[in-house]
Nanobody, 122 residues
Framework: QVQLVESGGGLVQAGGSLRLSCAISGRAFSLSSLAWFRQAPGKEREFVARIGWYGGNTDYTDSVKGRFTISSDDTWSTVSLQINSLKPEDTAVYSC???????????????WGQGTQVTVSS
């Protein structure tokens, strides 16, 4: 089992920044990727970014490229999402997820955190 706990969400004005964190514990050695997804009200959950457990390769959805950065600490106990130049359309519940696969599909992520709310005011 893997446990994920997000933190760092909040209310911010457009153009501002936030740093989301995902604390990882449990049998993390079985993982291949850690990702962030988001779900806005009335919309389907969408992939935001992922980072590879081995090698640290990263991938982003087009709408966040150049604004969001996913990273991990040296011990892979925390994966962070730095969010800059926030837009109102970034408002959503952001969740971290872990998978034994290298994937951007939420159906392939076995472990999920509880989510953290990000609200961007215009």
């Amino acid at each position: 089992q893997v446990q994920l706990v997000e933190s760092g969400g909040g209310l911010v004005q457009a153009g501002g920044s936030l740093r989301l964190s995902c604390a990882i514990s449990g049998r993390a050695f079985s993982l291949s990727s850690l990702a962030w997804f988001r779900q806005a009200p009335g919309k389907e959950r969408e992939f935001v970014a992922r980072i590879g457990w081995y090698g640290g390769n990263t991938d982003y959805t087009d709408s966040v490229k150049g604004r969001f950065t996913i990273s991990s600490d040296d011990t892979w106990s925390t994966v962070s999402l730095q969010i800059n130049s926030l837009k109102p359309e970034d408002t959503a519940v952001y969740s971290c997820a872990a998978s034994a696969r290298w994937s951007s599909r939420d159906s392939e992520y076995e472990y999920w955190g509880q989510g953290t709310q990000v609200t961007v005011s215009s």
